[in-house]
C-alpha cells in the first residue's frame, strides 16, 4: 500500500462488505496489542474510547486512530457496545459510518470526553489531544476512573502520558509500556486491584 497520496480502498472495502484484510507489519501497527488484549475476555465487553476516526485515508490505519474496527470485531462476535467521545464531528462522523457498516454497536458524545467518561466499562481508550494539552488531559480522564474494575490503554504516551506515567509511579501502580503505534502505548490492569 502507498501512502503517497489518498487512499480510500480500505475504507471502501469495510464498507462493501469486501475482504478488508490490512497486510502493513511494523511497530506502528497495534493490532496485535490491541488483540493480545481482547484475548484477556470472555463475553461481552463494553469500550469507552477517546477520539474518533480520524480519516477515512489508509494511511491513518497505521498509529492513528481505527481501533474502533478492531474494537467492533471482538463486539460483533462476543457482545456489549463502543462509545466514543470526539470534539470533531468529521471523525464521530468516521467511526459512525464504519460502525453502522460492519454492524457494530456505538454511541458517538460530542464534546470533550472528560464530560462524558464515566464508570461502566471494560476498557477505556485514551487517545485524545497530543501535547500540550494532552498529558493533563490524559491524567484528569484517568483519575475519574482509576477506581473502577476495567483495563486502560493509552496511545502515544511521549505527547499524551507523561503527566499520568508519573502519577502512576508515585501511586506504586503498576503499568506496561509497549513500543508499538507512533509513540508508545501503556497498559494499566485494574481488574484485579480494583475487585472489591
Known amino acids: 500500500m502507498s501512502f503517497d497520496k489518498q487512499d ?17 507489519n511494523g511497530p ?15 463475553g461481552p465487553i463494553n469500550v469507552f474510547q477517546v477520539g474518533a476516526i480520524e480519516s477515512l485515508d489508509g494511511k491513518f490505519r497505521v498509529g492513528s486512530g481505527w481501533s474502533d474496527i478492531i474494537f467492533g470485531e471482538y463486539i460483533l462476535e462476543n457482545g456489549g457496545h463502543i462509545t466514543v467521545a470526539d470534539i470533531n464531528l468529521d471523525h464521530l462522523a468516521h467511526s459512525f459510518l464504519i460502525a453502522s457498516n460492519q454492524g457494530y454497536p456505538i454511541k458517538i458524545k460530542y464534546g470533550d470526553a472528560i464530560g462524558h467518561i464515566q464508570e461502566g466499562y471494560d476498557i477505556y481508550y485514551l487517545d485524545g489531544a497530543d501535547e500540550p494539552l494532552g498529558h493533563q488531559q490524559t491524567l484528569e480522564q484517568f483519575q475519574k476512573i482509576e ?27 503498576d503499568f506496561e509500556l509497549h513500543d508499538t503505534g507512533n509513540d508508545g502505548m501503556m497498559v494499566i490492569d485494574m481488574r484485579e486491584k480494583n475487585e472489591n
Open 28 to 42: 506502528d501497527v497495534r493490532d496485535g496489542l490491541f488483540k493480545d488484549i481482547l484475548s484477556t475476555f470472555d
Open 8 to 24: 480510500f480502498s480500505y475504507a471502501v472495502a469495510l464498507m462493501s462488505g469486501q475482504d478488508h484484510t490490512f497486510t502493513v
Open 147 to 173: 477506581h473502577t474494575k476495567s483495563l486502560v490503554i493509552v496511545d502515544d504516551v511521549k505527547t499524551k502520558a507523561l503527566f499520568l506515567k508519573d502519577y502512576l509511579e508515585e501511586k506504586g501502580v
